[in-house]
């Protein structure tokens, strides 16, 4: 019999033994989370009840699938199909892979078992290769559809939010990127106004809306009024909930809303209790009603006299208020998941509208927006005319757009809707397109001012449309980018690009040449363009800007008009925030304006710390030289004459 000094050393020895097996198994659990999720098994299939092609249980599939934590790999190719080809007439979860392997949309070498959960990687691979994306990208051209450059080319697209190849989806998640990869290859209604259905949109990439099955649309387009001044809307303090917001009104009548447009999959039902019918042109709702939509689902509706709601695809809204009583009149849209656009014309009532979801609230008076709260993506909200306030959940409301001021965007992870678009623009610091601090007020005031900035990311350049430009000197100096700057501004709605050709030096034989386009945008003395601003019905404005390495000389500059109509054209220079002279050929002037025809350039010539070589025309004296306080140089090169040359009864110096 053992002694008890042995019994306890063994007890000791087996807790010790247990624990260090804990540890080792926790620690193996977490190993595997990071190396992948690929064997992570889905305890139950929603396909042995929803793998039917009509319409009703392809709805009940998709919004099924929306509230699973997990999504099988069987599910999201049953899913892929459905989007696809509108159907899946595959059996079993073999055929489907054979479908897709045949289809070249699955690798030859899939091999991923049928009930473990799909990770963002492996439905990378089959989406770049539904959407024909590896074209667009060298690495999937010289690698082929590897789940991580797949994924890669996904986050470009805003197919897919920052993520890694080895992520596992939810139900949420996989609805989401669907929806997204609809929006890429059918147009994003976000865009529009709710008086615009998704099928009346022009496809951005139309080989893929081309391929993809067509949808059936009777389509009411009501007429579009013109817009109203809108006024600063005020938030709802209700809690964030799909609930009913509650009113101690009782005796005023609900409005109904009346469905004037349906494409596509889409259901409604008169409350949660209440069975899903197929959604048609004419029926009426009241508050309570909800309404659904599939991958290629869009319903419109109307609430007279002045409202027009969309609600695009896979989407899920609740109407939990429509109340009208004499000239006021209150709207309270619940979001479950997805988009949803209003048009506010302002039909002579006072209205309250919100649109709400579970991570966000849109108030609106007198416009046109959109809200969009779907995972995996952050909520989104969208002005295209018009103010609103805008509300992250539990964060304070920001208010957001202008009359007249276009498109404008804010999330909840930004502040304002110039802060996202800065964030936006940020790319690769060792791309020369790359920002600079400088930079950062100019693009802020644009933005402000209603333009539209993208970036390509193939040049590294930021691309702006639209919106206005600042005009007055007051309004211009506090922005200007550079300690020399130079300024093309021109009216018109077309497009001129700005051109500066820099003095001769030793080191740079014949200058340096800066121009809005991949390989020019920066030289190598630090002159760079900010953005190339492609114009809108007010003109635009382009900057060429210099903060060292300033080499003193003739500066020739160029606004070619590569647009199709004419413009007036301004081009002004800035030395520390003053005036440069500019010469046009025949006379001297601290501004040169000009019309330009299309294919003809805006031309002029600045000295910066020298004299021009020659006395202008018209000129009472001398061209007096910038200040030496203003450039200290140690052997200035000879200036040498660029551009446009003067005319024939130009002077030279005695």
Not at 495 to 504: G, K, M
Request: charged share 15%; aromatic share 6%; hydrophobic share 35%.
């Amino acid at each position: 019999m053992p002694s008890k000094k042995t019994t306890s050393q063994h007890s000791v020895g087996q807790t010790f033994l247990s624990a260090m097996r804990a540890q080792h198994a926790y620690l193996l659990f977490t190993l595997l989370f990071f190396i992948g999720c690929q064997s992570t098994p889905v305890p139950t299939s929603i396909l042995p009840q929803l793998a039917a092609n009509d319409d009703q249980t392809q709805l009940d599939f998709w919004h099924t699938l929306a509230t699973k934590n997990l999504v099988s790999n069987d599910e999201a190719l049953h899913g892929l199909l459905l989007f696809l080809h509108n159907q899946d007439n595959a059996t079993n979860y073999s055929d489907r892979v054979a479908t897709l392997k045949r289809a070249n949309i699955l690798p030859s070498n899939f091999n991923q078992p049928e009930n473990t959960v799909i990770t963002r990687g492996t439905l990378a691979t089959a989406l770049v290769n539904a959407l024909n994306l590896k074209s667009s990208s060298v690495n999937l051209l010289l690698l082929g559809s590897n789940p991580h450059h797949a994924t890669r080319q996904l986050e470009y697209e805003n197919i897919y939010p920052p993520s890694s190849p080895n992520q596992i989806l939810t139900g949420s998640d996989y609805v989401g990127i669907i929806g997204a990869c609809r929006d890429y290859s059918h147009g994003n209604p976000a865009d529009y106004p709710a008086s615009v259905m998704p099928s009346q949109i022009s496809s951005p990439h139309p080989q893929l809306a081309a391929v993809f099955p067509p949808v059936g649309a009777t389509l009411v387009s009501p007429s579009s009024p013109d817009p109203v001044a809108p006024i600063f809307a005020n938030m709802l303090v209700d809690q964030l909930t799909l609930q009913p917001t509650t009113t101690t009104t009782t005796t005023s009548p609900s409005t109904r809303a009346t469905i004037t447009s349906v494409e596509g999959l889409a259901n409604y039902r008169e409350n949660e209790t209440s069975p899903w019918k197929k959604a048609a042109t004419g029926i009426e709702l009241s508050e309570s009603a909800e309404l659904r939509t599939g991958p290629n689902g869009a319903i419109q509706l109307r609430i007279e006299p002045d409202q027009t709601i969309a609600i695009d695809r896979l989407t899920t809204v609740k109407l939990l208020k429509i109340f009208q009583q004499g000239n006021k009149a209150a709207t309270d849209i619940g979001i479950k998941y997805g988009r949803t656009r209003y048009d506010l014309e302002g039909g002579g009532l006072e209205h309250q509208s919100t649109l709400r979801s579970p991570n966000a609230t849109l108030a609106v008076r007198g416009t046109r927006v959109s809200l969009f709260d779907q995972p995996p993506f952050t909520p989104q909200a969208v002005s295209l005319t018009g103010r609103a306030q805008f509300a992250g959940y539990r964060k304070q409301p920001t208010a957001f757009g202008a009359a007249g001021q276009g498109k404008t965007v804010i999330t909840t992870e930004n502040n304002n809707p110039a802060e996202l678009a800065l964030r936006a623009s940020t790319i690769d610091p060792v791309l020369q397109g790359a920002r600079t601090q400088s930079e950062v007020p100019l693009v802020e005031n644009l933005i402000s001012r209603g333009a539209t900035i993208l970036l390509d990311r193939t040049s590294g350049l930021r691309i702006v449309r639209g919106g206005t430009v600042p005009r007055t000197d007051a309004e211009l100096r506090p922005l200007l980018p550079g300690q020399l700057s130079f300024v093309l501004r021109w009216t018109g709605n077309t497009n001129l690009d700005f051109a500066v050709s820099t003095p001769n030096t030793t080191a740079t034989r014949g200058g340096e040449f800066v121009y809005p386009v991949a390989g020019l945008a920066v030289a190598s003395s630090g002159g760079r363009t900010a953005f190339d601003h492609q114009g809108g019905k007010n003109g635009g404005i382009e900057v060429v800007f210099f903060n060292k390495n300033i080499t003193p000389g003739i500066y020739s500059l160029a606004g070619p008009n590569v647009g199709t109509q004419p413009a007036v054209a301004t081009i002004d220079a800035f030395y520390n925030g003053q005036r440069i002279n500019l010469f046009d050929g025949l006379t001297l002037s601290p501004t040169i304006t000009q019309t330009v025809a299309p294919g003809q350039p805006a031309l002029a010539l600045a000295s910066v710390g020298s004299d021009f070589p020659f006395t202008p025309p018209r000129a009472p004296q001398r061209v007096r030289p910038l200040a030496k306080t203003f450039i200290s140089f140690e052997n200035p090169p000879k200036a040498v004459m660029v551009g446009p040359k003067p005319t024939a009864v130009a002077k030279p110096h005695r």
